[in-house]
């Protein structure tokens, strides 16, 4: 089945470091990577997305690169500040179903 | 813009009552909306999916008749979970979508259910 694989799971960092969170994904027909932020207790907010036609999208601080021959995304966040102290989902839209696969997610902590 | 709001955003009730969980979109009409389930330090499961006007599509292993969803309006969605027990206390999340191609998804703030 379709499977959608996140790394790593955990990740600490000191504040001003990027962090980089990747991806991987067995659907090659599918066109649509979005990601999200999961604050404690709250509900996923999506950051950024992108879709198969480029192979890199920038919002500030975040960014997202895509290969599609390699089937992998990552998502980079840069100058990490503590207030991106957070749980981060990956996710694939599935060309078959049309629903959300998501990653394991990976616990960001940025340090002071 | 593109606002989900779900309410309650935390219930505790007793065993063998039912709790219905709202899900609005406030600013655009959401065709399709899903419910998720999170357990503590996990992943979102999916467990159904609604159109507006149609019978919601559940996962399998989702019991339909213990997960009531019903999506009569294209800014309403509501999840109904009967008689529910102990087991079923855990995060639920609904999301809403244009619906469109490739349109994101958009996500409430859950609803955090203790049955006790």
């Known amino acids: 089945g379709e499977n959608v694989e996140q790394h790593p799971s955990t990740l600490s960092v000191q504040e001003g470091d990027s962090a980089v969170i990747k991806c991987t994904y067995s659907d090659s027909a599918s066109n649509y990577f979005p990601w999200y932020k999961q604050e404690l207790g709250k509900g996923p907010q999506l950051i950024i997305d992108i879709r198969s036609n480029v192979g890199e999208k920038k919002d500030q601080r975040i960014a997202v690169t895509l290969n599609k021959t390699a089937k992998h995304f990552s998502l980079h966040i840069t100058e990490t500040q503590p207030e991106d102290s957070a749980v981060y989902f990956c996710?694939?839209?599935?060309?078959?179903?049309?629903?959300?696969?998501f990653g394991q997610g990976t616990t960001l902590q940025v340090k002071p | 813009g593109a606002v989900v709001s779900q309410h309650p955003s935390w219930v505790i009730c007793k065993s063998g009552t039912s709790v219905k969980i709202e899900c609005r979109s406030l600013?655009?009409?959401?065709?399709?909306m899903f419910w998720y389930r999170q357990f503590p330090k996990q992943s979102l499961m999916l467990m159904a999916t609604?159109?507006?006007?149609?019978?919601?599509?559940?996962e399998q292993g989702v019991e339909k008749d213990k997960f009531l969803i019903n999506h009569a309006s294209l800014t309403l969605s509501t999840l109904t979970v009967t008689s529910a027990h102990p087991e079923d206390s855990s995060f639920y999340i609904c999301s809403a979508t244009t619906g469109h191609l490739n349109q994101p998804q958009h996500f409430g703030d859950g609803t955090r259910l203790s049955i006790l």
């Open positions: 600013d655009f009409q959401a065709t399709t």
């Open positions: 996710a694939v839209k599935s060309s078959n179903t049309g629903k959300l696969i």
């Open positions: 609604s159109n507006e006007g149609s019978k919601a599509t559940y």
